[in-house]
């Protein structure tokens, strides 16, 4: 199956700033990347699904504009929280879809936001 | 859209008995159906899927089943081990590619 990685896979910063997210597919060209987070003993909720070459497409509820996803290549998307708060700590997963119905897992990510 | 309930929220099995995971969905359009397994602070790791023209599937220890009709599909791990314990996941996909994913059943097996 495809290899996912993300970075950093730990990240703690302050309030306000703004912390970028990396996911990237190492052996696998993903025209689609799908976000996630998860927040402590629940499920994991799409955020938005990452298109390259075009705007991500936002589930309901999510805000564009604190959560900018870049699409930039075929085997990477960013995911940048900015001005984040305590309550966006959380973490964050990224998945690239497989060739048929499977997704492919990063690591995920922890943030912390003091 | 989609919706995903999974039941129980916690199962505590002694080693070696069988645990027994449900899920139902929503949406008639989904037609693909994995479980997931994750452990504290890791990726979730696919175990076992099945697709809507199947009705079940084993692999080893692990076997899923799945009603279209009555929209809910079943994870069954028989002869449990304590490395078996882990929170499980179900989710439910359409041909749109999103996958709706139930609230997780934390499993705990006892040796």
């Known amino acids: 199956g495809a290899v996912v990685s993300q970075h950093p896979s730990r990240v703690i910063c302050k309030s306000g700033t703004s912390v970028k997210i990396e996911c990237r597919s190492l052996d696998f060209q993903a025209t689609t990347m799908f976000w996630y987070r998860q927040f402590p003993k629940k499920s994991l909720m799409l955020m938005a699904t990452s298109n390259e070459g075009s705007k991500a497409t936002y589930e309901q509820g999510v805000e564009k504009d604190k959560f900018l996803i870049n699409h930039a290549s075929l085997t990477l998307s960013t995911l940048t929280v900015t001005s984040a708060h305590p309550e966006d700590s959380s973490f964050y997963i990224c998945?690239?879809?497989?060739?048929?119905?499977?997704?492919?897992f990063g690591p995920g990510t922890r943030l912390t936001v003091l | 859209g989609e919706n995903v309930e999974q039941h129980p929220s916690t199962l505590s099995v002694q080693e070696g008995d069988s645990a027994v995971i449900k899920c139902t969905y929503s949406?008639?359009?989904?037609?693909?159906f994995p479980w997931y397994k994750q452990e504290l602070g890791k990726r979730p790791q696919l175990i076992i899927d099945?697709?809507?023209?199947?009705g079940e599937k084993k692999d080893q220890r692990i076997a899923v089943t799945l009603n279209k009709t009555a929209k809910h599909f079943s994870l069954h791990i028989t002869e449990t081990q304590p490395e078996d314990s882990a929170v499980y996941f179900c989710a439910a996909r359409t041909n749109a590619g999103k996958s709706t994913f139930g609230d997780g059943t934390t499993l705990t097996v006892k040796p």
């Open positions: 998945s690239v879809p497989g060739g048929t119905d499977t997704q492919y």
């Open positions: 099945i697709r809507s023209n199947v």
């Open positions: 949406d008639s359009a989904s037609n693909y």
